[in-house]
């Protein structure tokens, strides 16, 4: 009996992968488009300029910074439209920005995912301090002859991630946690961790820069997510040596997950919306 239960629920998934989602995810695309088409025009009375206007404010920063060669990243042979490319470096200008999003804040086309944004914004700075942390725990180690390898820094990592990202999450906590990671550098400990995890210093926000570039770079290949998710796997020991480059390779299996998170949704809010996103 157990065999045949689990063969039927082996063909349910099959199912649902093959025709039910597929069919869902058209028909939601439909849907949206529908509904935004329905409700531009009650505010516009089908003024074509002033709706451009309004879906396209919020590239306008990404789309001046194409224009002036300042953006994040030049745009290869294989990089995707130039729209397209602006509409990704805008996208991560919302998930690398210094504030929460606010709802009063959030693009009309991204207004149901505002909370996912967020979340995305949260896990950029929790990567970015469990990285720059464990990068503070194997510089003490090398000044005071404590050798950490590398299993034992991403045992750390994991540690801080579980840290950061919890609901009670403190200062205090923080310096705890990393004393114990650099036994005999206490007092350093308490006086630079705070240093570390400052917003303007400057190593963290060079591995900020680094992150978003590698980010841009793997979502402006222009792939389908699922394509992207094959390849990251199969090319795993390319991107964490890359990903080492900045020292955020004891974070790879959460980074690359965030990046899927990102390029599932791009994805999705582009088949909806770019009809509407022309540069500004």
Same mark, same amino acid.
């Given at each position: 009996?157990?065999?045949?239960?689990?063969?039927?629920?082996?063909?349910?998934?099959?199912?649902?992968?093959t025709t039910v989602r597929p069919w869902l995810r058209l028909h939601a695309v439909e849907y949206e488009q529908t509904k935004m088409a329905q409700l531009l025009d009650t505010q516009h009375q089908g003024n074509a300029?002033? &709706? =451009? !206007?309004?879906?396209?404010?919020?590239?306008? %920063?990404?789309?001046?910074?194409?224009?002036?060669?300042?953006? +994040? *990243?030049?745009?290869?042979?294989?990089?995707?439209?130039?729209?397209?490319?602006?509409?990704?470096?805008?996208?991560?200008?919302?998930?690398?920005?210094?504030?929460?999003?606010?709802?009063?804040a959030t693009p009309a086309t991204w207004a149901l995912d505002q909370q996912r944004i967020q979340q995305m914004q949260n896990e950029i700075q929790v990567l970015l301090s469990a990285s720059a942390l464990c990068a503070?725990?194997?510089?003490?180690?090398?000044?005071?002859?404590?050798?950490?390898?590398?299993?034992?820094?991403?045992?750390?990592?994991?540690?801080?991630?579980?840290?950061?990202?919890?609901?009670?999450?403190?200062?205090?906590?923080? &310096? =705890? !946690?990393?004393?114990?990671?650099?036994?005999? %550098?206490?007092?350093?400990?308490?006086?630079?961790?705070?240093? +570390? *995890?400052?917003?303007?210093?400057?190593?963290?926000?060079?591995?900020?820069?680094?992150?978003?570039?590698?980010?841009?770079?793997?979502?402006?290949?222009?792939?389908?997510?699922?394509?992207?998710?094959?390849?990251?796997?199969?090319?795993?020991?390319?991107?964490?040596?890359?990903?080492?480059?900045?020292?955020?390779?004891?974070?790879?299996?959460?980074?690359?997950?965030?990046?899927?998170?990102?390029?599932?949704?791009?994805?999705?809010?582009?088949?909806?919306?770019?009809?509407?996103?022309?540069?500004?």
């Amino acid at each position: 009996m157990q065999l045949i239960r689990n063969v039927r629920l082996d063909a349910l998934n099959h199912q649902l992968d093959t025709t039910v989602r597929p069919w869902l995810r058209l028909h939601a695309v439909e849907y949206e488009q529908t509904k935004m088409a329905q409700l531009l025009d009650t505010q516009h009375q089908g003024n074509a300029q002033m &709706i =451009a !206007a309004q879906m396209t404010a919020w590239m306008r %920063s990404a789309a001046s910074r194409e224009t002036s060669g300042q953006c +994040t *990243l030049s745009r290869s042979a294989s990089s995707p439209p130039l729209v397209k490319h602006v509409f990704l470096e805008a996208f991560l200008d919302l998930c690398f920005a210094p504030t929460a999003l606010s709802l009063e804040a959030t693009p009309a086309t991204w207004a149901l995912d505002q909370q996912r944004i967020q979340q995305m914004q949260n896990e950029i700075q929790v990567l970015l301090s469990a990285s720059a942390l464990c990068a503070l725990v194997k510089g003490l180690g090398q000044k005071t002859g404590l050798r950490i390898g590398d299993s034992e820094l991403r045992q750390n990592a994991h540690e801080l991630l579980d840290l950061l990202r919890a609901d009670d999450v403190s200062m205090d906590r923080i &310096i =705890a !946690a990393v004393q114990r990671m650099a036994a005999g %550098s206490e007092l350093a400990v308490t006086r630079l961790v705070p240093k +570390t *995890l400052a917003k303007d210093d400057p190593v963290f926000q060079a591995m900020e820069r680094q992150l978003r570039k590698f980010m841009l770079a793997e979502l402006d290949k222009d792939e389908e997510p699922g394509a992207l998710s094959r390849r990251l796997e199969a090319d795993s020991q390319a991107v964490a040596a890359m990903l080492s480059l900045f020292s955020m390779a004891v974070v790879h299996k959460d980074v690359v997950g965030l990046l899927l998170r990102i390029s599932r949704l791009c994805s999705f809010n582009w088949q909806v919306y770019s009809p509407w996103y022309k540069l500004p």
